[in-house]
């Protein structure tokens, strides 16, 4: 039986849906036996909520994960105008209690330790009875079965506590919310990929967290392949090819994958086989290795070693090429990214897994030469806070918000090289304007912080203890960065930290006041408004956009125009000259330092 070890499973999540009529058919008879021993007061309703646990259930079930439920009935109660999409504890539990009943969830309660302040919510994944049903219905086994959907509000307000609450649609709430449909209407309607390169590099979080669910969920989708070594594809001989994959949305490009071959059409073999090999052991150390990871090269190799078979007949080959459909290959590639986030989680503990998740590689350790995803989700909605419009705001939900931040620079948009200008220091300048005070831009000013740390390090202190309300909860949040980016050692004590604030105050007196104060939600409300213009004003000129909270990415054709906006509206709104710095493209991420 599977059994979840690693914590760092999936909550709910509320944005999947399906036209399938397989799987709704499916909801419908496991809802039929829901009814029979619970009590169903609204059936649409009960059918939406069962909807949604069975879709994540789907998708917990290709990655050999969980699905994270809260029990706490405080963590709900969204209000009702934010549709369908949002799940009520009301509504949910019982469908989870009724699934455990049926035999159809297996489950492992959360808990929570109120001395240490820490634990885990309750999870739950298919048991075999569930999987059973899954094994017949065959579209719950394909990924383009899945599909992601808008929230039904795109301005949403948030409480203290970061729930939904409901707010009264204003004039400037109602034309703000057109804008932001306008702009999700215009940005879908662009053509965005992410086209990496083998000099690229990631770790295994990228592969098996990022890359896998956003396939999955249909965030993502696969638009280019290319390997960089010859494949051997053996049955009776050896035979030599390069695989490469193109595909195309419209019906002017071939719907297959050319395999050039330099033997006879006669030896070719059929290709249908998705069986996956046991995984091999996995290096936890940060190895630039290829033996730390499976290659897909090797992956596919074998995949289509084990599938050949001597009674098939060959299929033709056109001009010596293997012919291989464009789901044929995606299966490859979804089957190798299935087969590495199983074996990294596969009987490992908790702290073994997060050590196998930094695992860092170039692709073209991995064997790829190119890889290319479109980012098929771009649509924004905007998050108000603390049930105010004047805190918060930012852009949330679009696909380019969750690739790791060094794979922007490979971003096209309509087949375009992009380019990403950043707003330098943004809030830190942002406090000294509101107070009138002319900053010297060519001043850094994490490097006016005095002591050994890295700029990195006082970087991220100064402005997690901007957005902090307290000290202590800054202390907490700074010493969660840096754990986060792999930081360890003296550094993370509380004393140390509160010297680095203290420093950090006293190398901007003037702002002082600021620091743990919560001032950072304040700023988010400028900085989200000074986008919204932007945006707008980019869209207005038929320019597509894609919003990163304080810097922004255009085709490169369009800079200098960016710039001239990214001045403008911020001195719109500020009274003050900002700085605006074109970010260098980075083939690993900066963190890593000279990683190589």
């Keep these: 039986m599977f059994i979840p070890i690693y914590r760092k499973s999936n909550h709910i999540n509320v944005h999947l849906t399906t036209p399938d009529t397989d799987i709704q058919n499916l909801i419908d008879e496991i809802l ?17 909520a069962l909807k949604k646990v069975i879709l994540n259930l789907i998708h917990a079930e290709r990655t050999k994960d969980c699905v994270r439920i809260s029990r706490n009935k405080n963590d709900y109660g969204h209000h009702r105008m934010y549709g369908q999409i949002w799940l009520k504890y009301d509504r949910l539990i019982p469908i989870i209690d009724g699934l455990i009943e049926l035999g159809y969830v297996e ?3 959360g808990y929570w330790d109120k001395e240490k302040k820490t634990g885990y919510q309750t999870k739950i994944w298919a048991s075999d009875r569930l999987r059973s049903r899954f094994f017949i219905v065959p579209s719950t086994h394909n990924p383009k079965s899945i599909e992601r959907a808008e929230p039904e509000q795109l301005i949403q307000l948030k409480d203290s506590s970061k729930k939904l609450v409901s707010y009264t649609p204003t004039r400037p709430i109602t034309l703000t919310k057109k804008r932001l449909s306008q702009y999700n209407d215009f940005i879908q309607g662009q053509h965005i990929t992410v086209n990496l390169t083998e000099e690229v590099a990631t770790d295994n979080e990228f592969w098996c967290h990022n890359l896998l669910n956003g396939l999955l969920n249909a965030s993502y989708t696969l638009a280019g392949l290319k390997l960089n070594q010859e494949l051997n ?5 050896s035979r030599h090819c390069h695989v490469i994959y193109k595909h195309s949305e419209d019906n002017t490009n071939p719907k297959y994958i050319l395999v050039p071959c330099s033997v006879p059409s006669t030896s070719s073999s059929t290709i249908t086989s998705t069986h996956t090999p046991t995984p091999p052991s996995i290096n936890t150390t940060n190895s630039t290795s290829s033996s730390s990871t499976s290659t897909l090269l090797s992956h596919i190799q074998t995949l289509i070693h084990l599938s050949s078979t001597k009674e098939k007949q060959p299929k033709p080959l056109i001009d010596k090429a293997l012919m291989i459909s464009n789901d044929e290959l995606m299966e490859y ?17 908790d702290k073994q897994i997060r050590q196998a998740y930094r695992s860092r590689s170039r ?16 649509a924004c909605h905007r998050v108000f806070n603390n049930s105010s419009f004047k805190n918060g705001g930012r852009f949330y939900g679009a696909s380019h918000l969750d690739i790791p931040g060094h794979m922007r620079g490979f971003i096209r948009i309509n087949g375009e090289p992009v380019v990403e200008l950043d707003y330098d220091a943004l809030h830190v300048v942002m406090l000294y304007h509101l107070r009138g005070i002319d900053i010297d831009l060519a001043q850094d000013p994490y490097d006016m912080i005095v002591g050994p740390e890295d700029r990195s390090i006082k970087k991220i202190a100064l402005l997690t203890a901007i957005n902090a309300p307290t000290e202590a909860k800054a202390i907490k949040g700074i010493r969660k960065a840096l754990v986060d980016d792999g930081i360890t050692g003296d550094i993370l004590t509380d004393k140390a930290l509160r010297s680095l604030i203290a420093r950090a105050k006293l190398a901007h007196p003037d702002i002082s006041d600021d620091v743990a104060s919560g001032k950072g939600i304040e700023l988010q409300n400028l900085d989200s408004r000074i986008a919204d213009a932007i945006l707008t004003n980019l869209m207005a000129e038929n320019i597509p956009a894609l919003p990163v909270h304080d810097s922004f990415i255009v085709p490169q054709k369009y800079e200098d125009l960016l710039r001239q906006q990214m001045l403008e509206e911020y001195e719109k709104i500020l009274g ?21």
């Design 32 to 48: 039929d036996e829901i009814s029979s021993i619970k009590k169903i007061s609204n059936r649409s309703r009960a059918r939406e």
């Design 107 to 109: 489950h492992l309660n």
């Design 233 to 237: 594809i053996t049955d009776t001989i």
């Design 333 to 349: 590639f979804l089957n190798w990214l299935l087969f590495l986030n199983t074996g990294i989680k596969r009987g490992w503990d």
């Design 363 to 378: 692709l073209g350790k991995l064997g790829i030469a190119e890889l290319v995803f479109r980012l098929k989700y771009e």
């Design 576 to 596: 003050f000259k900002p700085g605006v710095s074109k970010k260098e493209k980075r083939y690993f991420p900066k963190k890593w330092k000279n990683w190589n």
